[in-house]
C-alpha cells in the first residue's frame, strides 16, 4: 500500500477535467493544486498574484523572450520553473496532491507514487460544457476551445518530451464523454485506488 | 543567383530558427551550416576550394595564426575567435571555481560598508571593468547572484542594482577586442589589436559610463537609500573569506587571471595572436589548478567549458561564409552605398544605428559576423579607411543590446538570475529604465565619431 500519491491531470478545455479532478482530490482527502492554490503556494515579493495569473501555464512568447543555456528571460518559463519547483518540493516532502497540467506528468516522472492521467473528450460534449459555463454561443465556445487547448500544448510540449494528449505520455487518456464526468472520476477512482494498493 | 538565393533562404531560416528557441542554437548553425557547405557550395558552385576555404583548417598550420600581427581569411571559420573563446571560458571557470569573483564582489561590498548607494556604484565599476576582460555572462551571473544574496540580508529590491549591472557589463565589454563576441570577431576578422579597441571604443566607452553611472545613480538612489534607512540597524553580511574555499587555487587563478590582462593589453608588442594567448591561459588554468585542487577539479573545468557556444560559432561562421562567397553580403553594401550616395558621414550613421536597433532584438553576434564582409566591401569601394566603420558597428552591436531585456546574453542571464532569486524583471520593467540609457549612448557614440572621424 503506497503511502503517498501523486495525481498528474492533463485535461481538453471543456472535457469538465477539473470537475473530475475535483472529485477525485475530495474522495482521496488531498489537495488539488490548480491555478489559485498554486498561486496562492509561489506567490512572494517579486512574484506578485497578478504576475502569476498572467504567466500560469502560458506559452512562451518566442518573439519576446531567449535562452542562454539553462537561462531565459521569459516570466512565462519562470513563472513555470517556480510552479514546478513547488511540485518537486511537495512531492519530496511526502504530501499527496493532485495536479490540474502544468506538465505534472513529466516534472514528477520519476517519482515511483506518480499516476498520470489525461482527459479528452469529443467536441459536440466539450462545446456544450464550454456554452453551458462561459454563457457563448457555439461559434465563441469553439474559438475559446481552440485557443485555451492551442495555448496549453505550446505550453506542455515546449517543457516536456513527450507531446500534450499523446496516451504515449500518460498512464492513462480517456474520453469524458463516454461515461459522463461523474462516472468517469468514479472509473479512475477505483483504477488511483488499484495502483495505491500495489507495492 | 540560385546559389545566392540558396544562401539567403539557409541563412534567414537559421536567424528564424534562433529566434524561434524551438531547438538549441549551436544545432541551428550547424545544420545551417551543413546545408551551406552542401547545398551552396557542393550542389549549386560545385567548388570544393570554396568548402575547403571556408572550413580554413589550414589557419592552424600558418605561424601568422599563433604569432605575428595578422588578418584572418575574409570568409569561413574564424578560429582566432573560437580558439580565444574556449582559452578565455576555461581560465573563467577556473577562476569562478576557485570563488575569485565571489570573493571580489564581497570584499567591495565589504568595503563601501554595505552602504546602498555606494555599492551600486562600486558594482557597476566592478561590473565594466571586469567586462573589458571577460566574457559579460560570467560578469553578470556572478554579480546579480551576490547582489541577490547582499539584498536578501540588507532589505533592498535587487533588480535596479542588477539593470545596472547587466548595463554596465554591456559597455565595459565594448571597450576591449575581448569583451564582446562582437569586438573579437571584428578584431580578430579585421587585424584590429587590443589597444586598437580602448584607444577607438575604449574612450567613448569611458565617456558613456559616466554618464550611464550619473543617470543610473540618478534613477536609483532614492529607492536604495530609503531602503537602507528602512532596514536601519547594522547588517550582517558573509565575509569575503568565505568565498575562498582554497587558498592555492585561489592564489594561483587570480596570477593566471593578471598574466592573462597583461598578454592581452601588450599583445601587439609581443606580437602574440589572441588565439595563442587563449592556449596560453587555458593552459597555466588547467596546470595550476591541477597542482593545487588535483586532477578532479580540471575535469570538472573541462565539463563547465560551454562548448555549445563554441559549436555556435563554427556553424555561424559557415553560414555567413555561404552569403559572403556567393556575393549576398556584395549586395548588401551595395545597397547601403547607394542609400548613403557614397556620403560617408551617412554609412557610419546607418552602421551605428541599424546595428544597435538590430542588436536590441536580435542575437548581435550573427549580426556582427555578417556585417563585417559588409563594411570591409564599403570600405574597399568608397576607398574609405574600414576603421571607422569597424567601430561604428562595434558600438552598435555592443551598446544597442542594452535596450531590451533579449539584446545581448548577458541581459537574458542577469534577468533570469534575477527570477530565479525571487525577482522577475518583465519588458516593462527592463526597458524603463534600459531603454533611456540606451539613447545616451548611443547619442554619446554618434557624437563621438562625427567628431573624432568625420
Not at chain 1, 518540493?89 to 499516476?115: H, M, T, W, Y
Not at chain 1, 496516451?167 to 488499484?194: F, H, P, W
Not at chain 2, 577607438?200 to 545613480?217: D, K, R, S
Request: aromatic share 10%; charged share 15%.
Amino acid at each position: 500500500m503506497k503511502n503517498q500519491i501523486i495525481i498528474a491531470l492533463g485535461r481538453e478545455h471543456g472535457s469538465g477535467g477539473h470537475y473530475i479532478a475535483d472529485m477525485i482530490a475530495k474522495e482521496f482527502g488531498i489537495k488539488l493544486y490548480d491555478k489559485d492554490s498554486i498561486e496562492a503556494e509561489i506567490v512572494s515579493d517579486g512574484y506578485s498574484e497578478e504576475l502569476i495569473r498572467k504567466m500560469d501555464e502560458k506559452p512562451v512568447n518566442f518573439f519576446a523572450s531567449r535562452r542562454v543555456g539553462k537561462y531565459s528571460n521569459s516570466l512565462e518559463v519562470n513563472v513555470a520553473e517556480k510552479t514546478f519547483a513547488m511540485l518537486r518540493s511537495k512531492a519530496a516532502s511526502g504530501e499527496s496532491f493532485l495536479i490540474i497540467g502544468r506538465c505534472g506528468e513529466q516534472v514528477l516522472k520519476d517519482n515511483p507514487n506518480l499516476i498520470s492521467i489525461f482527459i479528452c473528450g469529443n467536441q459536440q460534449f466539450k462545446l456544450m460544457r464550454v456554452m453551458d459555463k462561459l454563457g457563448v454561443d457555439a461559434e465563441k465556445a469553439i474559438e475559446e476551445i481552440k485557443a485555451v487547448d492551442r495555448s496549453r500544448k505550446n505550453y506542455h510540449n515546449y517543457y516536456c518530451e513527450t507531446k500534450w494528449g499523446d496516451a504515449r505520455g500518460y498512464d492513462m487518456t480517456i474520453k469524458s464523454d463516454v461515461l459522463g464526468c461523474e462516472e468517469t472520476a468514479k472509473m479512475l477512482i477505483a483504477y488511483i485506488r488499484s495502483f495505491m494498493e500495489q507495492e | 543567383m540560385f546559389a545566392q538565393i540558396v544562401a539567403i533562404c539557409i541563412f534567414l531560416a537559421m536567424f528564424m530558427l534562433i529566434i524561434l528557441d524551438k531547438f538549441e542554437r549551436h544545432y541551428v548553425t550547424l545544420g545551417s551550416g551543413a546545408l551551406v557547405l552542401v547545398l551552396v557550395f557542393g550542389i549549386c558552385m560545385r567548388s570544393m576550394s570554396a568548402i575547403w576555404e571556408t572550413l580554413n583548417f589550414g589557419a592552424f598550420f600558418e605561424s601568422s595564426f599563433w604569432y605575428g600581427a595578422s588578418e584572418e581569411s575574409t570568409a569561413g571559420i574564424n578560429w582566432s575567435t573560437v580558439v580565444f573563446i574556449a582559452g578565455m571560458m576555461i581560465m573563467v571557470e577556473g577562476l569562478g571555481k576557485a570563488g575569485f569573483f565571489r570573493w571580489l564582489c564581497l570584499t567591495l561590498a565589504k568595503l563601501v560598508r554595505y552602504r546602498t548607494v555606494p555599492l551600486l556604484i562600486c558594482f557597476m565599476a566592478l561590473s565594466a571593468f571586469l567586462a573589458m576582460f571577460i566574457d559579460s555572462i560570467t560578469v553578470v551571473l556572478f554579480l546579480a547572484t551576490v547582489t541577490l544574496e547582499l539584498a536578501q540580508t540588507m532589505k533592498f529590491d535587487p533588480v535596479p542594482m542588477i539593470l545596472s549591472e547587466i548595463f554596465c557589463a554591456n559597455l565595459g565589454g565594448a571597450a576591449t577586442m575581448c569583451g564582446d563576441p562582437p569586438n573579437i570577431i571584428i578584431g580578430t576578422s579585421l587585424g584590429y589589436t587590443f589597444f586598437d579597441f580602448i584607444e577607438n571604443t575604449g574612450v567613448v566607452v569611458a565617456v558613456c559610463f559616466v554618464l550611464i553611472l550619473i543617470y543610473f545613480t540618478f534613477c536609483f538612489r532614492k529607492e536604495l537609500k530609503r531602503a537602507e534607512q528602512a532596514n536601519g540597524g547594522p547588517v550582517t553580511c558573509p565575509e569575503p573569506s568565505t568565498a575562498i574555499k582554497n587558498k592555492a587555487a585561489f592564489l594561483s587563478s587570480a596570477v593566471v587571471f593578471l598574466i592573462a590582462v597583461a598578454l592581452l593589453i601588450t599583445h601587439a608588442q609581443t606580437e602574440l595572436t589572441v588565439a595563442f594567448i587563449g592556449v596560453i591561459v587555458a593552459a597555466l588554468t588547467l596546470v595550476v589548478l591541477g597542482l593545487t585542487s588535483g586532477k578532479k577539479s580540471v575535469i570538472e573545468i573541462m565539463r563547465g567549458v560551454d562548448y555549445q557556444t563554441l559549436l555556435f560559432f563554427i556553424g555561424l561562421f559557415v553560414s555567413v561564409a555561404g552569403l559572403e562567397k556567393t556575393g549576398v553580403l556584395n549586395v548588401i553594401a551595395n545597397f547601403i552605398m547607394s542609400v548613403s550616395q557614397g556620403n560617408i558621414a551617412v554609412i557610419v550613421i546607418i552602421i551605428l544605428w541599424v546595428s544597435a536597433i538590430t542588436s536590441a532584438f536580435v542575437d548581435n553576434i550573427p549580426f556582427a559576423a555578417t556585417m563585417i564582409p559588409v563594411i570591409r566591401a564599403i570600405a574597399a569601394a568608397e576607398g574609405m579607411d574600414i576603421g571607422v566603420l569597424a567601430w561604428a558597428l562595434s558600438l552598435g552591436t555592443d551598446l544597442g543590446g542594452n535596450a531590451t531585456p533579449i539584446g545581448a546574453s548577458a541581459n537574458v542571464v542577469g534577468t533570469s538570475a534575477s527570477a530565479k532569486g525571487g525577482y522577475p524583471i518583465g519588458w516593462g520593467r527592463y526597458c524603463k529604465y534600459c531603454v533611456p540609457a540606451t539613447i545616451i549612448v548611443m547619442a554619446a557614440s554618434t557624437v563621438y565619431l562625427f567628431l573624432r572621424y568625420l
